[in-house]
């Protein structure tokens, strides 16, 4: 098996739905799903039956909550040579798995390869990705990665976990920063880490509106941020620097008379603050 892709679900249909169709149009094939269900229901059991005759479908049940406990669930039933992390709601472009699968045939060196996201018009989503090519450090892994666009050898992922108190769902206020805690591990124990802005999983943009649901995300994704960067001991002029971004976008939203966009900044603002401290 080349590829295991782990896949927590918990709350939606429609968008594994969407995600499995991306999977039948995949010119690569030699990979399974494994969906970490963590739904009280049968809403999947339909869905996913339907895929079995197209390609290996392992369906875990985790009545625990947590994306990160999920991923780790899925990690202890890996086949796949490399192993990779979607998102329930993002979708794969068709050659994704095919360019993946060079990439490592051909840098047999490299641990793991991340990607950028893209909404549906190939704009960054969810973060200020990078956009020039190269490997991954402490400093840079904040906008040369996220979850579901990490691919890693499985070999690799033998050494490590995700924190099962970081993310959404963990019970924690740290809503997010596992997957930065993750290859931040993996680069302590000397993992070579490569960014490349080509491979791209298409995820929607959450943000714009900036309601009140973004600024309770904002807040909690600050505080995984914030969190991840004390527990790394990230020197002071970082936290400055992480803290100092969204404090001049509140700034400059409130003299531009754009109040729910200042909310929203002030929130990623404060959660930082929170994690940190």
């Known amino acids: 098996m080349r590829f295991s892709l782990v896949m927590p679900t918990l709350g939606r249909v429609e968008e594994p739905a969407r995600f499995l169709a991306s999977l039948r149009e995949q010119r690569f094939r030699d990979f399974e799903l494994i969906v970490?269900?963590?739904?009280?229901d049968e809403r999947l059991r339909p869905l996913l039956a339907a895929c079995r005759d197209e390609f290996p479908v392992l369906h875990l049940r985790l009545?625990?909550?947590?994306?990160?406990?999920?991923?780790n669930a899925g990690l202890e039933r890996c086949r796949g040579e490399i192993v990779a992390f979607p998102d329930d709601d993002c979708r794969y472009p068709a050659g994704l798995l095919e360019h993946v699968s060079g990439f490592f045939a051909g840098n047999p060196g490299?641990?793991?390869?991340?990607?950028?996201?893209?909404?549906?018009?190939?704009?960054?989503?969810?973060?200020?990705?990078?956009?020039?090519?190269?490997?991954?450090?402490?400093?840079?892994?904040?906008?040369?990665?996220?979850?579901?666009?990490?691919?890693?050898?499985?070999?690799?992922?033998?050494?490590?976990?995700?924190?099962?108190?970081?993310?959404?769902?963990?019970?924690?206020?740290?809503?997010?920063?596992?997957?930065?805690?993750y290859l931040l591990k993996l680069l302590e124990l000397g993992s070579l880490i490569y960014y490349d802005p080509d491979v791209n999983v298409i995820h929607p943009s959450p943000v714009p509106p900036y309601d009140r649901?973004?600024?309770?995300?904002?807040?909690?994704?600050?505080?995984?941020?914030?969190?991840?960067?004390?527990?790394?001991?990230?020197?002071?002029r970082s936290r400055i620097s992480y803290?100092?971004?969204?404090?001049?976008?509140?700034?400059?939203?409130?003299?531009?008379?754009?109040?729910?966009?200042?909310?929203?900044?002030?929130?990623?603002?404060?959660?930082?603050l929170r994690g940190m401290l």
């Not at 009545?63 to 991923?71: I, P, T």
């Not at 973004?214 to 001991?233: F, P």
């Not at 803290?243 to 002030?266: C, F, I, K, Q, T």
């Open 36 to 40: 970490v269900d963590q739904n009280p």
């Open 63 to 71: 009545r625990e909550s947590g994306a990160s406990r999920a991923r």
């Open 110 to 181: 490299i641990d793991v390869l991340c990607g950028r996201l893209v909404d549906d018009e190939g704009r960054s989503s969810i973060l200020d990705f990078d956009l020039e090519a190269g490997l991954v450090d402490a400093s840079n892994v904040w906008v040369r990665s996220i979850e579901s666009t990490i691919f890693v050898r499985r070999g690799a992922t033998r050494r490590v976990w995700f924190d099962e108190n970081l993310g959404k769902g963990a019970g924690t206020p740290w809503g997010s920063g596992e997957g930065t805690d």
């Open 213 to 236: 649901r973004a600024c309770r995300r904002a807040y909690s994704y600050g505080c995984g941020m914030g969190r991840v960067l004390r527990k790394y001991k990230y020197p002071v």
């Open 243 to 272: 803290l100092s971004g969204p404090a001049a976008e509140a700034v400059r939203s409130l003299a531009g008379l754009r109040p729910d966009r200042a909310g929203y900044y002030w929130n990623v603002f404060r959660g930082r």
